[in-house]
Nanobody
């Protein structure tokens, strides 16, 4: 059974930093993952792409470009989202997502990030 477990969310002041983790089990990210990504959903808004790694090609949402970094530790079978320069509008529930070469699509349960002064 594939599971993605996020952690690292919390409350942070504007300008602060957080690192989100997404630990995978039941799947080896380095072998099976075609796309690894982070999404977020703010209250009253649709879920949006934050960052994605598509076969080594990394893209970022326009609003986080230059502030967020997506990465993977194959040894830990974990993907990360380093978030710097956090803004009030970054407040959302953040989800990790893995799409495999076989066509499966997995989501984590989400972790809350709140940016507030």
């Amino acid at each position: 059974q594939v599971q993605l477990v996020e952690s690292g969310g919390g409350l942070v002041r504007p300008g602060g930093s957080l690192t989100l983790s997404c630990e995978a089990s039941g799947i080896t990210l380095s072998m099976a993952a075609m796309v690894m990504g982070w999404y977020r959903q703010a209250p009253g808004k649709e879920r949006e792409l934050v960052a994605a790694n598509v076969g080594g090609i990394i893209t970022y949402g326009e609003s986080v470009q230059g502030r967020f970094t997506i990465s993977t530790d194959n040894g830990a079978n974990t993907m990360y989202l380093q978030m710097n320069g956090l803004k009030l509008e970054d407040t959302a529930v953040y989800y990790c997502r893995v799409q495999t070469f076989r066509g499966s699509d997995y989501w984590g349960q989400g972790t809350q990030v709140t940016v507030s002064s």
